[in-house]
Structures are given as structure tokens and as C-alpha cells.
């Protein structure tokens, strides 16, 4: 039996330096995260998802990279992007609209009722299918600010309404004949860049600018986050959610114009499939359904993901109605690349 020497232990332990002593007890601090962390957290998951669809889709189909083509993907997406410009500041005020599709249909179907049918002026009846579209976004506004019904409720029933409206005018018929001004509106181009995509790359720079650098735009952040304390911060939230709400209604009949422009015909069924798309437009950009995160250049690359995903499931003869089933998976991937990214910038800080 081996019997230690008390005065050896001390000896080494004492001969032990400072900076020994405290590595052993001093635990070791988190990993320097990996040039791959690193990378994929400065990359949005979205523009990956993107990168991606485009590549292969380049790939799969020779006519996708065609010039007409890709002009072709901004007229389809003209109307749907300017939609979700108004669908991404309602989301991020903790919000929900969905009647931007029935808002489209009964704007175009009063403006070409009252051209048509009344024989009114175009330009007045112009105007005032815009201000159809601002009424029921100021509606859906008053419902849950003065109501205090939930988003998705006051929209669903404005939605209802408003896609009944849209029959009713006409009897369910389409309205045709509108000026030559009009239909040719969105046959023009401008350095050969269609005049809607135009109108929308404006609505999204207006749009950004408000919401980066006008104190109107950032409390939009604000009352998403917290309701309450942005209300005892002093921003008037009742009235800034009746704006946006308005602003969402106005958008969406000026996409209803574009429609009616592009197909010379206003009918009561447009902007029904229109729904999906605007929410996933702003889901696949990031935005957060339980409100105050959002950005207008996530929700450009989400439009592009939808419009390049369903051109390019046309190009390659995918049936219709497994279209939105591709579309579902896309959205679910893109969601989850974009949690993953949020992750890593999250570790390395």
C-alpha cells in the first residue's frame, strides 16, 4: 500500500500557475461558431430558396432565361406584389387581411359598372373604384380598432361581403369595352420594362421609405411588438392601424385596376386566388404573423419566389392543381432555411 506524501501534494499545488488553477476551474466559454455559421447567418433563407428555384428552373426548361419570359413573370406579378405591400403592414401591426382579393374584384366591378352601366366619365370612375377599395380598407379598420373584433374575423367578413357585392353589380357579368388609354396601360413599356412593374418597384420604394425612415412607418414596428406599450409611448395606435388598414384596401384596387387593364375585362371572380399568394408573398419574406417584424425587401424576394415558381411550374407542364401542393412545400421550406438562418446570426452574436 502506497501512502502519499502530504508534503509532495503540497508542493505540486503550489508549483501549479494561476492561469492552471483556473482553467481547471473556470468552465470553457461557447464555440467560436463555424465560417459556415457565420455565412449562412448574413444570408436570408428566402434569397436562398430563390437562387435556388431559379437555378434549377434554368435548367429544367430553355425558354425560363428568355427575355419575354422574365418580362412576362413581372406583368404576373405586378398585381399581387402591389397587394402584399399593404398585406406586410398589416401583418406587421399584428394584423390580418383577408379581403384584399374580394376588395380587388368589387373595385374593378364598380369601376366598370359606373363606366359601363351609368355611363360616368372613365376617369371618375376610375377614381372612384380606388375609393371603394380605401372605404373597405378603412371598414376593415374601424371594425377592429372601434369594434374590437379580431383581424380575422372583420376581414373574413368584410371578404364575404365584398365578394358578394362584386356578383351582385352585374349579375354576376363582366364588364368589357374600357378606353384604349387604359387597356394599353399595361402593354407599355418603359426602356423595356413593362409599365406595371414600374408602378410596382414605386409602391415598394414609397412603401420602404415610409416604413425605414418616417416615425409613421417605424411605430408600425411598434404596435406589432407591443401594443400596449406603444401606446403609452405616446403613438396614437387607433388611428395609425385605420391608416394601414386603409392603405391595404387602396392597394389592393389599384392591383384590380392593373387586372382590368391587362385583361380588358373587370370580372366579379378576380383576386379570388389572389388570397393565397399575397400571404405567402409576405410569410415566405419573413414576416412574423404575430407581428412587428416584416421587411418590404424580404417580401420583394417572396414575390419573386412566387412568381418564378409559378411560371416555371407552366413552362414545364406541371398541372394546375398541383401547383399550389409545390407551393405549399415551397413555403414550408423557405420558412424553415429562414429559422435556421435566424439561428446562426443568433449564435454568433
Known amino acids: 500500500m502506497t501512502v502519499s506524501d502530504p508534503s509532495t501534494n503540497a508542493a505540486a499545488t503550489s508549483a501549479a500557475s494561476p492561469a492552471t488553477i483556473a482553467a481547471r476551474t473556470v468552465p470553457a466559454g461557447p464555440r467560436e461558431p463555424s465560417p459556415w455559421k457565420k455565412w449562412a447567418g448574413r444570408v436570408p433563407g428566402p434569397l436562398v430558396g430563390l437562387v435556388v428555384i431559379f437555378v434549377l428552373?434554368?435548367?429544367l426548361s430553355p425558354y425560363f432565361l428568355t427575355p419575354r419570359n422574365l418580362l412576362n413573370i413581372v406583368t404576373q406579378i405586378s398585381a399581387?406584389?402591389?397587394?402584399s405591400v399593404g398585406?406586410?403592414?398589416?401583418?406587421?401591426?399584428?394584423?390580418?387581411?383577408?379581403?384584399?382579393?374580394?376588395?380587388l374584384a368589387l373595385s374593378s366591378m364598380v369601376m366598370g359598372f359606373l363606366f359601363s352601366y351609368s355611363g360616368m366619365p372613365f376617369e371618375l370612375a376610375l377614381v372612384l373604384g380606388l375609393a371603394v377599395g380605401g372605404l373597405i380598407g378603412l371598414l376593415n379598420g374601424i371594425l377592429v380598432t372601434v369594434g374590437r373584433l379580431q383581424p380575422f374575423i372583420a376581414t373574413l367578413a368584410t371578404?364575404?361581403?365584398a365578394t358578394g357585392l362584386a356578383v351582385f353589380i352585374t349579375g354576376g357579368n363582366t364588364v368589357n369595352g374600357f378606353p384604349e388609354w387604359f387597356v394599353s396601360l399595361t402593354r407599355l413599356s418603359i426602356a423595356g420594362v413593362p409599365v406595371q412593374g414600374l408602378i410596382l418597384l414605386a409602391v415598394f420604394l414609397l412603401a420602404a421609405f415610409w416604413l425605414r425612415f418616417r416615425p409613421g412607418g417605424r411605430a408600425l414596428y411598434a404596435i406589432g411588438g407591443n401594443e400596449e406599450v406603444a401606446r403609452l409611448s405616446g403613438i396614437p395606435v387607433r388611428r395609425t392601424k385605420l391608416v394601414v388598414y386603409t392603405i391595404a384596401g387602396l392597394l389592393a384596387a389599384l392591383g384590380g385596376l392593373l387586372?382590368?387593364?391587362?385583361?380588358?375585362?373587370?370580372?366579379?371572380?378576380?383576386?379570388a386566388a389572389d388570397l393565397l399568394n399575397v400571404i405567402a408573398v409576405v410569410v415566405i419574406g419573413g414576416a412574423s404573423l404575430a407581428g412587428g417584424t416584416g421587411s418590404l425587401l424580404g417580401t420583394f424576394v417572396g414575390l419573386l419566389i412566387i412568381g418564378v415558381l409559378n411560371n416555371g411550374l407552366s413552362l414545364l407542364g406541371v398541372s394546375p392543381n398541383l401547383q399550389p401542393v409545390v407551393l405549399g412545400a415551397v413555403i414550408v421550406a423557405a420558412v424553415l432555411t429562414d429559422r435556421q438562418a435566424r439561428k446562426a446570426q443568433s449564435g454568433e452574436r
Do not use: N
Not at 403592414?89 to 383577408?98: K, P, Q, R, S
Not at 387586372?259 to 383576386?271: C, E, H, I, M, N
Open 57 to 59: 428552373l434554368s435548367i
Open 80 to 83: 399581387v406584389g402591389i397587394m
Open 87 to 103: 398585406a406586410l403592414m398589416v401583418i406587421i401591426i399584428g394584423g390580418i387581411d383577408l379581403s384584399v382579393g374580394a376588395t
Open 159 to 161: 371578404m364575404s361581403a
Open 259 to 271: 387586372v382590368t387593364s391587362r385583361l380588358d375585362s373587370a370580372q366579379p371572380t378576380a383576386g
